[in-house]
């Protein structure tokens, strides 16, 4: 097998687009940090703000890095997609029952990495000898 198949290319996408979308939250949480006002718990809020967005730039760096890997990755590769697919399951999980719907799409996007990251065709690919 000397081409990615198909569904690790799709997973590779997946990853992504979910650390681009980190990436944009993690930016708005910034921006929401640099314009609230500061009142009597204000600094409180601006440092959970901040302490999020570090958070989800970290997620976002370790997706991107995955992603990045996949053309000639190991087994640590898949199994770190694996970890990132779940985080993002359970993650969008608690959104989806705190808030709203919206957060239907993490879920669907998490348990599509998770599934197609555990997959023969992602396991052949990641088992194969690299250069």
């Not at 999020?52 to 053309?71: D, E, R, S």
């Not at 799409?105 to 599934?115: D, E, K, N, P, S």
């Amino acid at each position: 097998m000397s081409q990615m198949p198909g569904t690790v290319r799709s997973v590779r996408a997946v990853l992504l687009a979910v650390g681009v979308g980190s990436v944009l939250a993690a930016l708005g949480f910034v921006v929401a940090a640099a314009t609230l006002e500061t009142g009597a718990l204000g600094a409180l809020v601006v440092g959970l703000l901040l302490l999020a967005a570090l958070l989800l730039g970290v997620f976002a760096a370790a997706a991107i890095a995955i992603a990045w890997k996949f053309t000639n990755g190991g087994d640590a590769v898949r199994t770190g997609a694996v970890a990132i697919g779940a985080l993002v399951t359970s993650g969008s999980a608690s959104g989806l029952v705190a808030h709203s719907g919206a957060w239907g799409i993490g879920v669907a996007a998490g348990l599509f990495v998770t599934v197609l990251s555990t997959g023969d065709a992602s396991r052949e690919w990641f088992d194969l000898p690299r250069r």
